[in-house]
């Protein structure tokens, strides 16, 4: 019989209680429902339209003024499944508390032992070296920006990023909204 070790997650007003071992996490209960889990974007790799890193990464980073949050998993990689259901908890915090100004997704890739191209695809595109990976990048005035990047990190860690990176964030916002407004400015002091 395998050996259960009892883990209660809490984050804002969200406890969930899980039964872990090392190869599996179930979730047992929830306290507060969270709904169709809309606050996690789900995404499969092989669904990305796979360009150059940039053109992927700015189909991903689309929007002025969020901080987009991305984790990087892959099919039996024990790391992703022990912290899924930790990421799944930040994400729903984070989104109610934060809405509109975060953005979290699981880019997840296929792996086989016999077929690890989808893998090295990843690899190829986000520069990531192992599962799970977790990134968060802002929309600037030159494309996506990445801020931070992190193998397997702590959530509150994952979490303490994300907040120091929302004022940059509303900065290039900001600085959108200006260009655009003196662009108008321009275009229509040079229309007769």
């Known amino acids: 019989m395998d050996e259960f070790e009892l883990a209660l997650v809490l984050v804002r007003d969200e406890i969930r209680l899980y039964l872990v071992n090392p190869s599996k996490v179930v979730e047992i209960l929830t306290t507060t429902e969270t709904g169709s889990n809309s606050e996690l974007e789900l995404v499969d790799f092989q669904e990305l339209e796979k360009g150059s890193a940039r053109e992927t990464m700015s189909e991903l ?3 002025y003024g969020v901080v987009y949050i991305t984790s990087l998993t892959r099919q039996g990689c024990s790391g992703c499944e022990t912290q899924k259901p930790l990421y799944e908890a930040l994400a729903a915090g984070m989104t109610r508390e934060l809405t509109g100004k975060v953005r ?6 296929n792996y086989r032992e016999d077929d690890k191209r ?3 695809e990843s690899k190829r595109i986000f520069g990531h070296a192992a599962y799970p990976t977790y990134m968060i990048h802002v929309k600037s005035h030159v494309g996506p920006l990445e801020i931070y990047r992190s193998v397997y990190p702590q959530m509150d860690e994952l979490e303490r990023q994300i907040r120091d990176t929302l004022e940059l964030a509303e900065f290039y916002r900001i600085e959108a909204k200006k260009a655009a407004l003196e662009r108008e400015a321009a275009i229509s002091t040079t229309t007769p």
Request: glycine share 0%.
């Open 61 to 63: 980073v689309n929007e």
């Open 104 to 109: 979290f997704r699981r880019l997840h890739v």
């Open 118 to 120: 989808a893998s090295w």
